[in-house]
């Protein structure tokens, strides 16, 4: 049966609910139907009222970004000599992809806390606006890696490879990449109508994570795909990161725990594991959807679990172990705190 929309009775008993999702345990692709029915009965259960709290974490995270990231983006376009320098440039671009995904992501979610349907189109456009902000983060944080590598086994050669003008045309690149690695996947999936109607007016990320791997060959060739470019993308951060500390442990930098190199070194590894644990947790939960292991329910938990805030927290990491740990950014901070703080308190003139 072909749907024209998801205008079906929004009404199974509990009997029928455990039918259909046994049939979705069982079967590796699902009618319209058959996958309209499920998000209907998940979206009017206990269970789906309950996903109202799995909000709280990105408006948290959201309103911690807000305060935060505007105020580095700020320090880092308002100063000539902060802005001309790579390492601040790439970190401005990974800030502002990081915002972007958190106004976007929040967004979704709210809207699907609320039961409110989209039209294709609008859910389309914002799950594209979504895979652009976070692989645009992600490209930039492995090039942010890639220049701290170059910084330090390359010092005498740093600013004759990348000097600010290679920088911009890199960031370019790097949105361009952030577009098109998605849009390419897009255009499969609506080449091949592998967009479910239902499943893009619900417009929920995790339901959608979920339902990938019951869907046509298209859909799943493309979710494995893009896990492993993530993948590789982790992978060439870890290897830089490793090789770093090889080749420096000699220079005697790591000898105290409390130096400047071994926190700053612990602050990357702790971003960096945040950003390869919901990775492993997808792919964990795609061998036990793979193999039948858990039911739809418990899916879509841990679908939410890993999207709402696993994935959320490096966004808001990111800023507060990166962005402050910059001595010029802190201290261009302070200095407005500090302007600000003497204009508050400074005495009003005396009448004349």
């Known amino acids: 049966m072909e749907l024209s929309g998801c205008t079906l009775v929004k009404r199974a008993n509990t009997s029928a609910y455990q039918h259909r999702e046994t049939e979705f345990n069982s079967s590796s692709n699902l009618d319209d139907t058959s996958l309209y029915y499920l998000l209907e009965e998940w979206a009017l259960t206990p269970s789906g009222i309950n996903m109202k709290m799995f909000l709280i974490p990105p408006v948290v995270c959201l309103v911690a970004g807000v305060l935060i990231i505007p105020t580095i983006l700020f320090v880092i376009f308002s100063r000539f000599s902060i802005r001309q320098e790579t390492r601040y440039m790439l970190l401005g671009n990974a800030l502002l992809s990081d915002l972007i995904y958190l106004l976007f992501y929040t967004l979704s979610a709210a809207l699907n806390a609320a039961h409110v349907h989209l039209p294709k189109e609008a859910c389309v456009l914002l799950l594209f ?14 090039a942010i890696v890639l220049d701290t590598y170059i ?43 592998s967009f479910v109607p239902c499943v893009l007016e619900m417009c929920s990320v995790p339901v959608i994570l979920i339902l990938t791997l019951n869907g046509t060959d298209a859909v799943k060739l493309c979710f494995w795909l893009s896990n492993t470019v993530i993948f590789l993308c982790l992978c060439l951060i870890f290897c830089c990161y490793a090789i770093l500390y090889f080749k420096t442990k000699q220079s005697g930098i790591w000898e105290s725990i409390c130096s400047r190199a071994s926190v700053t070194f612990l602050m990357h ?45 490096p966004k808001v990491l990111f800023p507060f172990l990166y962005g402050l740990r910059y001595r010029e950014i802190s201290a261009s901070l302070k200095s407005i705190v500090r302007r600000k703080h003497l204009h508050l308190v400074s005495p009003a003139p005396s009448p004349s």
């Not at 590894?269 to 950003?275: G, H, K, P, S």
């Open 129 to 142: 606006l979504l895979a652009v902000a976070y692989c645009g983060g992600l490209f930039t944080a492995a």
């Open 151 to 193: 910084a330090i086994l390359f010092p005498l050669r740093y600013i004759a490879i990348l000097p600010p003008s290679r920088t911009r045309k890199i960031i370019v690149l790097l949105w361009m990449c952030s577009g098109a690695f998605p849009g390419i996947f897009f255009l499969v999936l609506s080449s091949t109508h």
């Open 269 to 313: 590894n702790t971003v960096l594991f945040f950003y390869f644990f919901p990775l492993l947790a997808l792919f964990i939960e795609s061998f036990l959807c793979i193999n039948v292991v858990i039911r739809l329910q418990t899916g879509i938990w841990v679908s939410l679990t890993v999207c709402n805030v696993l994935m959320i927290l």
